[in-house]
């Protein structure tokens, strides 16, 4: 029986020890299982993030089409907005209920507005004569010279410089004006007639400048001066000395020029283009002396019309082309009418070739400068107005 007994108990530790051992390998298996869980999530993941990423190559792209016609909703809500603001600008002060203003204080208040924020330095606006005219405020203004049309709301509320009437529209053009009669040469002479004060003038040099660089010695090109000054002593002086500098230092004219047209400091130009200065002044006095510059501008009885200091340097010019005002361009003696962008003027001149050189193909700026200094480009066609 003590046998029996003791081998029951050896089998009680058997048993214990099997159980034990079962529940070593339950515990194992169960690491094991959720290993292999853990991996399966994985693998879940992946595959969802792999669904993700085919749905997003998948996914159409939106069109340009689609952006851009967003944008432009956007963009005629801005101007909208903008549109609003600026009829109101002034307040209900100004305007409590869009009633009409009297003609003479809306001009009043747009001449301030021409003087204080719109003019160059040194420019002022003068009003000539004022009517009313198809339920606008019609005004002719003066601006050191020049006789310019301008129009007022008759609310007070808005300014503009062109109207074009709707009886009488001008038939549209897209070619360069060019007479027929220029004659062709190998070289084409181009000579344009300016006051170096006058607005249009040096609208039309900005604009001829880039022609005249991509030409380079293809074309013989000249500044020439109008007969008489329309902007006072200062244009006579400035005249006379880039007479000088495109006659002596012609290497540095259109440096000096190019800067000139910016600001209108002739100043700080000279001491740019690395002018000299000594050369400079005994040209200027010279010349003054042989054209009688000065003399012409202090004998008011020889003024043209009684009104315009005459400037004779380029004098028998003016007369032998019947130059009339500043600008005024002559290709091969002939007058040309060419708009005032880059590109026209380029166009002008090669149909003036003989044979046009390869430099006729250069693709320049089809934009006009704005009238007067500063090379910001102009907000509406470059017309013809002149100076004179």
Partial sequence: MAKDYEDEDN??????????????????????????????????????????????????????????????????????????????????????????????AATSKALKVINDDLLQP???????NSSEKSGLYMMTLSINGNKIPAYVSSDG??????????????KAS????????????????????????CPYG?????????????????????????????????EIKENLLQYCLEKEQSTKYFKYLSCFLDKGDSASCLTTAGIDQTKLDACTKATDALFNVTALMNDQKSWAGGKYPKFMIDGDLNDKYGVQGSPTLIINGVESSAGRDPESYL??????????PDACSTQISTKAYQPAFGYDYATTGAGQATCG
């Fill in 11 to 104: 089998f009680d530790e058997d048993v214990d020890e099997d159980d034990d051992f079962n529940e070593k390998d339950d515990k194992e298996d169960k690491k094991e299982s959720k290993k292999e869980v853990k991996k399966e999530e994985k693998k879940e993941e992946v595959k969802k993030e792999e669904k993700s990423e085919e749905k997003k190559e998948a996914k159409p792209k939106k069109s340009k089409m689609n952006y851009w016609q967003i944008a432009a909703i956007c963009l005629g809500i801005l101007l909208l907005v903008s549109f609003y603001f600026n009829l109101n600008r002034a307040g209900p002060a100004a305007n409590p209920t869009g009633t009409l203003v009297s003609k003479d």
């Fill in 122 to 128: 040194g420019m002022s606006a003068t009003i000539v």
């Fill in 157 to 170: 509320k808005l300014f503009f410089t062109n109207a074009i009437d709707l009886e009488n529209v001008p």
């Fill in 174 to 197: 897209t070619a360069t004006t060019q007479p027929a009669n220029i004659p062709k040469t190998d070289k084409p002479v181009v000579e344009l007639f300016v006051m170096s004060y």
């Fill in 202 to 234: 040096t609208q039309a040099e900005k604009g001829i400048m880039p022609a005249i660089d991509a030409l380079g010695s293809n074309v013989d090109f000249k500044v020439r001066f109008v007969s008489y000054s329309m902007h006072g002593e200062k």
């Fill in 347 to 356: 166009k002008a001149i090669c149909g003036a070739y003989t044979t046009a």
